[in-house]
């Protein structure tokens, strides 16, 4: 355990790993050790009803026998753990860290060690109605007392919270969710460093994430190049994990991902955004159409001087312009007029 001076006192930087007997091989002897004290202790009962002249034996098989095989054998019991794969267990004795339980088998502790889990107990809402709906029918006979798990679970969770409303660099409000990919690596850190690093973890994403979406606006406008949070999600999701990762260091936790998982306009500017939109949306196709149109006319000037098709003076070459653009830049199709005179 790393001792540090000043504001990081308190804190828990280093995991202790800890070495267990097997589980196997001290349940089998004390099974045997309790089956011999209590036929020690069966003995001597039998010794002093026939009145024995050995009642000093008696006695001590008695004591012997009823103090191991009815109170020390069963506390040994007490000792026995069994770890599943991608699991932890936290101890503690008489309040003092000893060290983390890792690694799949069947181990024997110390028993009055105890097991420290901030978030055992803490259910989900669909559990918590699950469970008061199996409850419900004992509540008048008697209470059912659920068992509690107190091991840390190493395998990778995912941590999505309500959608937010936060402004954008524009200060326009904008909902948006993320999810985050994460686990345990310190165990130390997560159980004596925080309150509860399930409850940590949350908001520690919620300042993040306001704090990730006030750099960018929702979308670039203007520039093509510019990062916003609809056109740049891979940068906005890294600097989004890096900002978690250091705010969630301190309770042994790994930001494996962060993902923005929604994104759109707060209700009351989402229609004058979409109408913006549409009229950014507008404007570009119709700079794309008058390029083109400026090009054909342009080339069909080209080939009628080029092939002495017809000879148009610079009046006339304005008309024609005119017209052109008219008949492909207009939103309806054009209606022919054949003219059957004179050009002049």
Not at 170 to 182: K, T
Request: glycine letters at 6%; hydrophobic letters at 45%; proline letters at 3%.
């Amino acid at each position: 355990m790393a001792t540090i001076t000043g504001n990081e006192s308190t804190m828990q930087h280093e995991e202790i790993k800890m070495r267990a007997m097997s589980g196997m091989g001290c349940m089998i002897m004390n099974i045997l050790a309790v089956l011999v004290c209590s036929a020690a202790f069966s003995y001597g009962t039998y010794l002093v009803a026939i009145a024995s002249d050995n009642i000093a034996l008696a006695v001590v098989l008695m004591v012997v026998g009823g103090l191991y095989g009815f109170m020390i054998g069963p506390v040994v019991f007490a000792g026995l753990k069994i770890i599943k794969p991608n699991e932890a267990l936290v101890l503690t004795l008489f309040g003092r860290y000893v060290g983390t339980l890792k690694g799949t088998g069947f181990y024997w502790v110390n028993p009055f060690c105890v097991a420290v889990n901030p978030t055992a107990g803490v259910t989900s809402a669909a559990t918590a109605t699950f469970k008061s709906q199996i409850e419900a029918p004992a509540v008048a006979t008697a209470s059912f007392n659920w068992p509690v798990n107190r091991k840390l679970s190493l395998k990778a969770m995912t941590l999505s919270n309500d959608k937010q409303k936060i402004n954008d660099q524009l200060g326009n409000p904008i909902i948006i969710g993320i999810v985050v990919i994460w686990r345990v690596v310190n165990t130390a850190k997560a159980v004596f460093n925080v309150d509860n690093y399930k409850e940590f973890l949350s908001i520690q994403c919620d300042s993040a994430l306001r704090n990730i979406v006030r750099l960018y606006p929702y979308d670039s406008v203007g520039s093509d190049n510019e990062a916003s949070l609809r056109g740049s999600s891979m940068e906005v999701a890294e600097k989004l994990k890096s900002e978690i990762q250091a705010k969630v260091d301190v309770a042994g936790l790994e930001i494996t991902e962060a993902r923005i998982t929604h994104l759109s306009y707060s209700e009351e500017i989402a229609a004058v955004m979409l109408q913006r939109q549409q009229a950014s949306a507008i404007i570009d196709a119709r700079n794309m159409i008058v390029e083109g149109a400026v090009g054909m006319v342009e080339m069909a000037l080209a080939k009628l001087s080029e092939n002495d098709i017809v000879e148009l003076d610079e009046e006339r070459k304005a008309a024609m312009v005119s017209n052109l653009l008219v008949v492909l830049c207009g939103n309806r199709d054009a209606q022919p007029v054949v003219n059957s005179g004179s050009l002049y």
